[in-house]
């Protein structure tokens, strides 16, 4: 037997308001998780400190633009 709707979702605009809300929901979790899904780097104070110590490197030449003005 099926579960009566609430009052609330009697009226057709609510029922409208409470779908978007739920589909608004389920985008902003799949968003969430496809982020945020465990693909988080594992840093460590030797990482760090490595890194750190090499950013005063030139970073690896990158192609020009062919533009003279690129600076």
């Given at each position: 037997?099926?579960?009566p ?15 978007a ?51």
């Amino acid at each position: 037997m099926k579960s009566p709707m609430p009052t609330f979702l009697h009226h057709p605009l609510a029922r409208e308001i409470s779908l978007a809300i739920v589909i608004k929901l389920l985008v902003i979790a799949a968003i969430f998780y496809a982020f945020f899904d465990g693909h988080a780097l594992h840093l460590d104070a030797d990482s760090v400190a490595h890194r750190l110590a090499n950013s005063e490197q030139a970073p690896a030449s990158q192609p020009s633009s062919g533009s003279p003005h690129a600076d």
